[in-house]
């Protein structure tokens, strides 16, 4: 079973930097759309940023969040610039993989990671 890590969380002052980052433990893991999602308190998941050869940013975000991917270390990072308090929330780093399932059918594969506490507060 892969597993997605990240790494990168913590307590940040409103107008700082953080950078999120995620390694799958199967390098050689071919995935085709990786993300950031993130979820309130109170609040649904809600996708940040993705990318399978493009990129989308959820509104919110554009601008101040950059999505990086390396693909040769199966990995994916989230740099957040200008933080404000409410982009303090539980970041969650996903993963997928299409490939052929029994029967002939494609079958989707979805992977999260654990989660990772960002906080923007004074």
């Known amino acids: 079973q892969v597993q997605l890590v990240e790494s990168g969380g913590g307590l940040v002052q409103p107008g700082g930097s953080l950078r999120l980052s995620c390694a799958a433990s199967e390098v050689t893991r071919k995935f085709d759309t990786m993300a950031w999602y993130r979820q309130a308190p109170g609040s649904a998941r809600e996708l940040v940023a993705e990318?399978?050869?493009?990129?989308r940013y959820a509104d919110s975000v554009r601008g101040r969040f950059t999505i990086s991917r390396d693909n040769a270390e199966n990995t994916v990072s989230l740099q957040m610039n200008s933080l404000k308090p409410e982009n303090t929330a539980v970041y969650y780093c996903?993963?997928?993989?299409?490939?052929?399932?029994?029967?002939?059918?494609?079958?989707?594969?979805?992977?999260w990671g654990q989660g990772t506490q960002v906080t923007v507060s004074s």
């Open positions: 990318t399978d050869g493009s990129i």
């Open positions: 996903f993963a997928n993989q299409l490939i052929d399932g029994a029967g002939g059918y494609l079958q989707m594969l979805n992977y």
